[in-house]
């Protein structure tokens, strides 16, 4: 019954940031002005070269990470794999259900239990967040004093409205011994120097696919800094928990409007850039993935069968 509440209050702040988007989109797409834009990034190569190899990046570090979670003998393109079908799965799918990929991609491996497979990818997700909100906590404590003082806006009452709804149902669960296990779980992936490596490799994971924004926000008259754009790339991903939509779409350009918009008050250009950088994502994700698919053509079925799986759970 609470994961029944749980899912109803996520869902419903998806809606209502997916609304936040359509009015965005409303007042503020103009689609001469985006093709445009997305031309003059077409006509330098060297930068998207970069972009790709250092968001590409990104995921390899996660793969280093897992790998050092699990500890097997196993190849890191088998964990990279799981990441790559994950990540396009996430990009067809309206919910994120990724996971069953990667899940099942390393319970394939020899001397891997579905049940170890299952707590690595709670583990990887668990400190995913943890430096994600480690970093968006950070931002905000580091820029608010440039915050511009605006009015509040219907984004921010969302954003109000779904962090209470979620800090509520938390606060009332009774399931000591769920927060005690993932507790645990936490403990024991953090220690030692294994620890150390991995919450090093995801830290650095994240900073890699903060370049996106980097790079497409001063086309856009947004030069932002390096740990600006960090900061915009956390909050916008930890707002993903919310995807409704494949590939977090209208979530993800609500959110990071928002986020830009509280350094640079210019909801245009802020909108124009959360557009284009999903457009890199969304390019990339299809194209990894159909590469890793015609690279393993065996595993089509089994995508196929966790697209259905993620279907029959809406």
Avoid at 125 to 153: E, K, Q
Wanted: net charge positive.
């Amino acid at each position: 019954m609470k994961r029944k509440y749980a899912t109803i209050a996520v869902r419903l702040t998806g809606a209502g940031l997916a609304l936040v988007f359509l009015w965005l989109t409303y007042r503020y797409f103009d689609r001469k002005a985006l093709l445009k834009q997305l031309f003059l990034f077409l006509q330098r190569p060297g930068t998207i070269v970069w972009m790709l190899l250092i968001y590409g990046a990104s995921f390899w570090l996660r793969a280093l990470a897992w790998k050092a979670y699990v500890g097997k003998p196993i190849s890191l393109l088998v964990y990279a794999k799981g990441i790559f079908f994950s990540l396009l799965i996430n990009h067809i799918a309206p919910f994120k259900v990724g996971d069953i990929a990667r899940i099942a991609v390393l319970a394939n491996q020899k001397g891997v239990s579905v049940g170890e497979a299952v707590h690595s990818v709670a583990v990887m997700r668990l400190l995913d967040m943890l430096v994600l909100c480690f970093l968006s906590a950070w931002g905000v404590y580091a820029y608010v004093h440039r915050f511009p003082t605006i009015n509040v806006t219907v984004i921010d009452v969302v954003g109000i409205i779904g962090a209470c709804a979620i800090v509520v149902l938390l606060s009332h669960t009774s399931d000591v011994e769920w927060i005690r296990k993932h507790h645990r779980m936490i403990k024991s992936a953090l220690k030692g120097k294994r620890g150390v490596y991995m919450a090093g490799m995801i830290a650095l994971s994240w900073l890699c696919e903060a370049v996106v924004i980097y790079e497409i926000a001063p086309m856009l008259g947004l030069p932002l800094s390096f740990w600006e754009s960090v900061w915009v790339n956390s909050i916008t991903v930890s707002g993903q928990v919310f995807q409704i939509a494949p590939g977090g779409l209208g979530t993800y350009e609500a959110v990071m409007a928002f986020a830009i918009t509280r350094i640079a008050p210019d909801w245009s250009s802020a909108y124009m850039a959360a557009m284009m950088t999903h457009v890199f994502k969304f390019v990339f994700s299809y194209a990894v993935g159909v590469a890793v698919l015609f690279l393993f053509p065996n595993d089509i079925s089994f995508v196929r069968a966790v697209f259905q799986k993620g279907r029959e759970r809406q």
